[in-house]
Nanobody, 122 residues
Framework: QVQVVESGGGSVQAGGSLRLSCAAS????????ITWFRQAPGKEREEVASIYTGSSTYYAESVKGRFTLSHDNAKNTVYLQMNSLKPEDTAMYYCASRLGLCTGRTLDFGTWGQGTQVTVSS
């Protein structure tokens, strides 16, 4: 069964850090695109960061320089290190996967995690 499971969300003050994990099962992440999306209340789900075949990465402008993707082959897990967090980063964060190129379009992703909440207070 192909699935991804997120963990690592929480509440922090502005300027703090969190690390989100996306554990993949039923497939190997380095043969797929793994994308972190986020959705704040009343807003559309947006692409935050993506990694394709374990190497090629993309970051949204709003998080570039603050968020970093990494991965652990042995654990089949992709991480999103989030530093210098801002209140506007508050959202539900979702990990999603698809075979093939990263597109950033939610409709292209067939496998989604349940989401993990990130709350940043000022």
């Amino acid at each position: 069964q192909v699935q991804v499971v997120e963990s690592g969300g929480g509440s922090v003050q502005a300027g703090g850090s969190l690390r989100l994990s996306c554990a993949a099962s039923g497939f190997t992440y380095w043969r797929a695109c793994i994308t972190w999306f986020r959705q704040a209340p009343g807003k559309e789900r947006e692409e935050v960061a993506s990694i394709y075949t374990g190497s090629s990465t993309y970051y949204a402008e709003s998080v570039k320089g603050r968020f970093t993707l990494s991965h652990d082959n042995a654990k089949n897990t992709v991480y999103l290190q989030m530093n210098s967090l801002k209140p506007e980063d508050t959202a539900m964060y979702y990990c999603a996967s698809r075979l093939g190129l990263c597109t950033g379009r939610t409709l292209d992703f067939g496998t989604w995690g349940q989401g993990t909440q990130v709350t940043v207070s000022s």
